[in-house]
């Protein structure tokens, strides 16, 4: 059985302008799963493009973690594999070394019931994550393997989504931040401990959102932990990897990101020493900078396309230096479908609670293409294509669209043909492929 998050929400939380977009995919996922959207069936597909190279100076092999062609996919309830006819129809037409290569597909929420969501006051029976055989990010997981990796080993890296959103209205991770290090840890283990025990998953996507690690706070010891478990490295077991993180389809262990904006590495600050040591210590994570949403507008303000240029070549040329600065790895999210800021159609509802804005030049949307093609030219004016520590680009993003709790619809969703006809020959792949 689905989880009620599963069921409601399996959706990007809320950091900074996130909301809309969490509103979009949740209603989504309830319209999907009412039978708006057919299912796509499964069938052959052929192998991923090979990886870029791994740091040295971690002492770890090559493609660890690996350099990838990825997007988020948020399947409906009870539907898992809605999105495999879409991987094959974008791979075809790529060219060499443009394949999807990796999917992020929605695992699960963590949930929190600490008493009055005090972090301070939880105890390990209120920290929840439903990442288990019979829920639906378990067969999400399941429907992408059967179609691709199964009779094609190797041609698609499994990644499901950890979700959580820790704001202080509607936060259902709420407390988070203010967990004690070793309960932190230990939520960190069972997640460890669920995702391993797949042996089908390659990483984790974390998008705990707003991401914050300006602290040596619940974040930071949660996913210190992870990492450690995912490297097989859990010193409390004599046997150190009491997860089986490490076996013999995943060598090195599992791997995992986090999903922010530059700011969170910026130079000399708290933040960006702790990203450096939750991404190095045991060498298996990667930041993922996104290109959109770049706007501190209310949501649903346009973020026009003369707008946004410049601010993702900022972004973009930002994430960059300061990762290199950091010996950390790192790659960009991509706009292909609609955000809260950037898209072609905004719709308000008479009883919605945010509306649309049009840009300074009164424009009301522009074609997605126009954004698509504005990240991946800055993306490759910084010149990351030619860096090892470029691990590639995920695309935002796999789902259908709605109103949700917001009654305003932005479009287009999910992300359409032209975009991903586009990125299937221009996206800025990492060095090796």
Not at 12 to 30: E, I, K, N, Q
Not at 116 to 140: F, I, K, Q, V
Request: charged share 15%.
């Amino acid at each position: 059985m689905l989880s009620p998050r599963e069921a409601v929400a399996p959706a990007r939380s809320v950091s900074r302008l996130r909301a809309p977009r969490m509103a979009m995919v949740a209603a989504a996922v309830l319209s999907i799963a009412a039978g708006v959207f057919a299912t796509s069936t499964a069938s052959a597909f052929p192998p991923g493009p090979a990886t870029a190279s791994y740091a040295a100076a971690n002492h770890r092999p090559t493609a660890f973690p690996p350099a990838a062609n990825s997007a988020w996919a948020y399947d409906p309830a009870g539907s898992p594999g809605t999105w495999v006819n879409t991987i094959r129809d974008y791979d075809r037409q790529a060219t060499a070394g443009r394949e999807m290569n990796e999917i992020y597909s929605f695992g699960t929420s963590l949930v929190m019931s600490c008493p009055d969501n005090d972090g301070t006051r939880c105890t390990a029976g209120d920290l929840h994550s439903d990442y288990t055989p019979g829920s639906g990010g378990y067969a999400n997981t399941d429907a992408y393997y059967r179609a691709f990796d199964d009779p094609h080993p190797g041609s698609l890296t499994i990644v499901p989504i950890l979700d959580g959103y820790t704001g202080t209205v509607g936060g259902y991770t709420r407390g988070f931040n203010e967990l004690s290090p070793q309960l932190a840890a230990d939520y960190a283990d069972t997640v460890a401990s669920q995702f391993c025990a797949d042996p089908h998953v390659g990483g984790l996507q974390a998008d705990v959102e707003p991401f914050d690690v300006s602290t040596k706070n619940g974040q930071y010891y949660f996913y210190m932990q992870l990492a450690k478990d995912f490297a097989g490295e859990h010193a409390a077991n004599p046997a150190r990897d009491p997860y089986r993180c490490v076996d013999a389809t995943h060598p090195h262990g599992r791997f995992f990101s986090v999903f922010n904006f530059a700011t969170a590495i910026t130079p000399g600050t708290q933040s960006a020493a702790n990203v450096q040591d939750i991404m190095n210590t045991y060498g298996n994570g990667y930041f993922m900078d996104s290109l959109y949403d770049l706007s501190s507008a209310p949501a649903f303000t346009l973020n026009g396309i003369g707008t946004y240029k410049p601010a993702a070549q900022r972004e973009a040329a930002n994430t960059k230096r300061w990762a290199n600065r950091l010996h950390i790895k790192y790659g960009y999210g991509l706009p292909a479908a609609a955000t809260g800021h950037e898209y072609t159609t905004c719709a308000a509802a008479p009883t919605a609670t945010f509306s649309c804005v049009p840009d300074a030049t009164g424009a009301t949307g522009y074609p997605m293409t126009d954004y698509a093609k504005a990240a991946a030219n800055a993306i490759k004016r910084t010149g990351a294509t030619r860096d090892p520590d470029y691990l590639g680009t995920a695309i935002w993003g796999f789902f259908v669209g709605g109103p949700g709790d917001s009654g305003v619809v932005v479009g287009p969703t999910p992300a359409p043909a032209d975009v991903l006809s586009y990125f299937a020959k221009h996206l800025p792949v990492a060095r090796r492929h």
